[in-house]
C-alpha cells in the first residue's frame, strides 16, 4: 500500500481504494476501467474527488484564472489548418471540414508546489494506479515543466471540436459543473491504426454513428481518455460557470519533454520569454 495523506484527503478512498491495489474493490474497479477503455475508449469515475477537495480545487484554480493563456484555432480532426487542406479529398470529407476551437490554459509551470491539484498529481499511488489500469508498466509522469499538468478552461461560449488526440491517453479530473453544454462527445473506436475508416468519422461529424457517447461534466468526476482512435469533442459551453479541468499528463518515457516551439505555440509568448531567461527547463 502506498501511504499518502494528501491522496486520502483528495480521493473518495472508500468508494475508490486506489492507495490499497490489492483491494478486491480496487481490482474490480481496475477491471472495469480496462473494461471501458477497450470497449468505448473512456472510463469515468463519478465522485472521485471528496466534495472538500473539488471546494479546494476550485479556490486555487481560480486564483490562477488570470494566468489563462487564451488561444483559438481553426482546425480539422486531424489538426490541420485549413491553409494545409489537402483539395484531393473530395469536398466534404472529413479530411476537408474545419471546425473552430476556443479554450484558455493554464501551464503546469504555473501552479504552485503547494496546490492541492499539484499533490495529488504528484502522488505516486495515483500513477501506480493509472498504471494498472492503463497496463502500461512503468508508467512515468510527463516530465515537460509546462505541459505535465494543465488546467483547461472552457469559458462560457468556448467550445473544444472534434478530434483525434496524438497522445496514448490522458487523466481529466473534472473541476466544475458547467450550467449546460460543455459535454464530451465521444465517437468511440471509430477508427484503428491500420484503417482511417472516414466513413465512420463523417457518421460522427453528422451524429449517426452508433457508438456516440455523450457525458456531462460534473465536478469531482475523473475520466480516463484514450482518443487517439476516438474523434471526440467538447460541446459549446453555455450559462455562466467555466468548464474546468485539470488534465494529467503521463508518458511511456520517464523524460518525456516537448519542443521550446510546440509550447510556445500552445502557451504563448510568455514561454519564449521565460526559456531566454534561462529557465531550467
Ligand atoms: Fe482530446
Not at 26 to 51: H, K, Y
Request: negative net charge.
Amino acid at each position: 500500500m502506498v501511504e499518502s495523506p494528501d491522496a486520502g484527503r483528495f480521493i473518495n478512498l472508500e468508494r475508490y481504494p486506489v492507495h490499497d491495489l490489492s483491494d478486491p474493490l480496487t481490482r474490480s474497479l481496475i477491471a472495469r476501467c480496462r473494461q471501458d477503455l477497450e470497449g468505448q475508449a473512456f472510463a469515468v469515475l463519478e465522485d472521485f474527488l471528496t466534495p472538500e477537495a473539488v471546494a479546494r480545487f476550485w479556490d486555487e484554480s481560480m486564483t490562477l484564472s488570470d494566468q489563462t493563456a487564451r488561444r483559438e484555432a481553426t482546425r480539422s480532426a486531424y489538426l490541420d489548418t485549413p491553409d494545409q487542406e489537402d483539395t484531393s479529398w473530395p469536398e466534404g470529407h472529413p479530411r476537408r471540414q474545419f471546425f473552430h476551437t476556443s479554450w484558455g490554459v493554464v501551464a503546469d509551470d504555473l501552479v504552485p508546489e503547494n496546490h492541492g491539484l499539484r499533490r495529488l498529481y504528484a502522488w505516486e499511488g495515483l500513477t501506480a494506479f493509472f498504471s494498472e489500469v492503463l497496463q502500461v508498466r512503468p508508467l512515468y509522469r510527463h516530465a515537460d515543466r509546462f505541459q505535465a499538468l494543465n488546467i483547461n478552461v472552457l469559458s462560457p461560449g468556448d467550445e473544444q471540436a472534434w478530434h483525434f488526440d496524438d497522445m496514448d491517453f490522458v487523466v481529466l479530473l473534472y473541476l466544475t459543473t458547467p450550467d449546460a453544454g460543455g459535454e464530451l462527445e465521444c465517437a468511440s473506436l471509430v477508427r484503428t491504426d491500420d484503417d482511417p475508416c472516414y466513413d465512420k468519422v463523417a457518421q460522427a461529424f453528422d451524429g449517426s454513428y452508433p457508438k456516440l457517447h455523450r457525458r456531462p461534466s460534473v465536478a469531482g468526476t475523473l475520466t480516463i481518455m484514450r482518443g487517439h482512435h476516438s474523434v471526440h469533442r467538447v460541446t459549446p459551453v453555455e450559462g455562466k460557470t467555466p468548464r474546468m479541468t485539470a488534465v494529467l499528463a503521463y508518458d511511456r518515457a520517464p523524460n518525456k519533454r516537448e519542443g521550446d516551439a510546440i509550447n510556445i505555440q500552445m502557451y504563448g509568448e510568455r514561454i519564449r520569454e521565460k526559456i531566454d531567461a534561462g529557465f531550467n527547463h
